[in-house]
């Protein structure tokens, strides 16, 4: 029979109006409701009031305007079933054979600051998702669009044809479900987050497509990158992308690693990132010392890491950035002058990233990690504390230049896998131990790493000591001060062993496990 009739009614008008025009021109009857009928009307495109289908008036400032047998039986009669047919015939009613439907702006309402819980539940669309899922399980006999980037396709084929192809329709239909579905998982979202609800009975999330990635974490591995609807700024979904290639998949998992690590500083710092892990984490009076810092905390493994500062990055510190190769800087921001100096490395990533959340913003997130046939979630991890949070347990206390370094090494080695073993002096790294199967072995190689910088420097453990020998390591080594979790059975043992090498140990009471 080909598209007759239509049912157009959209919030979002871009397009609208060619749209009709050319179905109108092709002999397909338009319907209309609201603005988009008198939209329609003052550009001179024909069409119809939802009224002179339904015979009945819109009521209820417009909430209730489509949800009618006349419309929906007109989307959903299944139009080669003798039964149906004699129905719609009885009844007199018609088929609609095109709907045209996109939504309130319910992520935009809710998006603004200060939104008002009324405002947000009068943006929550009822007819339009009902119309959409009614053409779209019978896609079989009706063609249904939500996305103006489809009308010229619609289009095309109606010009060729009087029709779109089924395989057109199965196209829009699956678009259509999962239109509908993220919009649902949005509402749901945010009525969790107004009870206070995080983490409810089901959990549906929706994420919106970024790019495709060449591949994943290896070539034969497909990939794509996705971001919230309403993702915060100052993080790797948000960045805008200034110089260089593509991103790959592992691009972007470092650079999330090298931000979470940056955004635990107040004071100016770098980070620098190699397989998910901080190779150099520095601090100073200005952005270049904190990266001559994180630099110098390990020369070899910055080579083809990514960079991450928490300041403006200026020319006299792009200048030290150019001298090696890396895959990624990430900044709030590049003056001009850093820019053309680092614009001259071709394929070098810059990404501006803004202003950084603050840890109350940050708090508000919850990670997901996947597993085989179901999901992890829970909330990030931005636990700080300060030195009045921390118990000495050892006879002497720490100075009060150690207790500076044990602080911000207690900051970094949070983001270090587990088993995590880091070393800190002068406010940067100088040995990280990551992901080892047992806490010796991550501070044997955070030691070696460290060679003679570890003689005057503090160690970090992300969890406690199961027994004495990490502590006798660590002074053979001349570590002068620990600070651990503490909550082992054995913690006499370590507290004796550090007493005995006259190292001062403060104990958290928080553990920092990263799987």
């Known amino acids: 029979m080909g598209i007759r009739r239509a049912l157009v009614s959209v919030s979002d008008k871009t397009g609208i109006v060619e749209l009709c025009?050319?179905?109108?021109?092709?002999?397909?009857?338009?319907?209309?409701?609201?603005?988009?009928?008198?939209?329609?009307?003052?550009?001179?495109?024909p069409v119809i009031?939802?009224?002179?289908?339904?015979?009945?008036?819109?009521?209820?400032?417009?909430?209730?305007?489509t949800l009618h047998p006349a419309v929906h039986s007109g989307l959903l009669a299944i139009r080669d079933e003798a039964e149906h047919t004699k129905q719609m015939q009885e009844l007199n009613l018609d088929y609609i054979d095109l709907v045209v439907v996109n939504l309130y702006p319910f992520k935009e309402t809710v998006s603004k600051p200060n939104v008002s819980y009324e405002d947000a539940i009068e943006n929550i669309d009822i007819g339009g998702p009902t119309m959409l899922r009614s053409?779209?399980?019978?896609?079989?006999?009706?063609?249904?669009?939500?996305d103006a980037g489809d009308y010229a396709q619609v289009l095309e084929e109606v010009r060729s044809g009087g029709d779109t192809t089924l395989e057109t329709r199965k196209r829009l239909a699956a678009k259509v479900f999962r239109h509908t579905s993220a919009y649902d998982a949005l509402i749901s979202d945010y009525f969790a987050k107004q009870l206070d609800n995080p983490l409810p009975e089901s959990l549906t999330v929706?994420?919106?497509?970024v790019q495709e990635l060449r591949y994943g974490e290896n070539p034969h591995q497909k990939a794509a990158f996705y971001r919230k609807p309403l993702a915060t700024t100052g993080n790797i979904t948000s960045a805008e992308q200034l110089h260089g290639k593509e991103l790959s998949y592992n691009n972007i998992s470092d650079a999330n690693a090298a931000l979470a690590i940056v955004k635990e500083f107040d004071e100016p710092a770098v980070v620098a990132v190699k397989h998910m892990n901080p190779c150099g984490v520095g601090i100073g009076a200005d952005i270049d010392e904190a990266?001559?810092?994180?630099?110098?905390?390990?020369?070899?493994?910055?080579?083809?890491?990514?960079?991450?500062a928490n300041r403006t990055i200026g020319a006299e510190t792009a200048n030290r950035l150019s001298e090696i190769f890396l895959e990624i800087i990430i900044a709030p921001e590049f003056t001009p002058e850093a820019l053309d100096i680092?614009?001259?490395?071709?394929?070098?990533?810059?990404?501006?990233?803004?202003?950084?959340?603050?840890a109350a913003e940050r708090s508000s997130?919850?990670?997901?990690?996947?597993?085989?046939?179901?999901?992890?979630?829970?909330?990030?991890d931005v636990h700080s504390l300060s030195e009045s949070d921390l118990t000495v347990v050892t006879e002497r206390a720490p100075?009060?230049?150690?207790?500076?370094?044990?602080?911000f090494a207690w900051k970094v080695v949070k983001h270090v896998k587990s088993n995590a073993i880091l070393l800190a002096s002068d406010s940067m790294t100088v040995g990280v131990g990551a992901g080892q199967m047992n806490r010796v072995g991550a501070a044997r190689i955070a030691i070696e790493q460290a060679g003679e910088k570890a003689r005057g420097s503090v160690l970090a453990s992300d969890a406690f000591f199961p027994m004495g020998d990490t502590v006798e390591l660590a002074a053979k080594a001349g570590i002068t001060a620990i600070i651990q979790p503490g909550g082992s059975v054995k913690d006499a043992e370590s507290i004796a062993a550090a007493n005995a090498n006259n190292i001062a140990m403060v104990v958290t009471g928080v553990r920092h496990f990263k799987h």
């Open 21 to 45: 025009r050319e179905l109108a021109q092709q002999g397909v009857q338009v319907i209309s409701t609201g603005g988009t009928k008198t939209l329609l009307e003052k550009e001179n495109v």
């Open 49 to 65: 009031g939802i009224s002179e289908v339904t015979g009945f008036p819109e009521i209820l400032d417009g909430r209730v305007k």
């Open 135 to 146: 053409a779209a399980k019978n896609h079989a006999f009706v063609t249904v669009v939500v």
């Open 206 to 209: 929706t994420y919106e497509k």
């Open 291 to 308: 990266y001559r810092k994180a630099y110098e905390a390990d020369p070899t493994s910055i080579f083809g890491g990514i960079v991450a």
């Open 342 to 358: 680092l614009q001259r490395k071709k394929n070098i990533r810059l990404m501006r990233i803004g202003t950084l959340p603050s």
């Open 365 to 380: 997130e919850w990670l997901v990690t996947s597993v085989e046939g179901g999901m992890l979630v829970q909330q990030s």
């Open 399 to 407: 100075t009060a230049e150690e207790m500076k370094q044990l602080l």
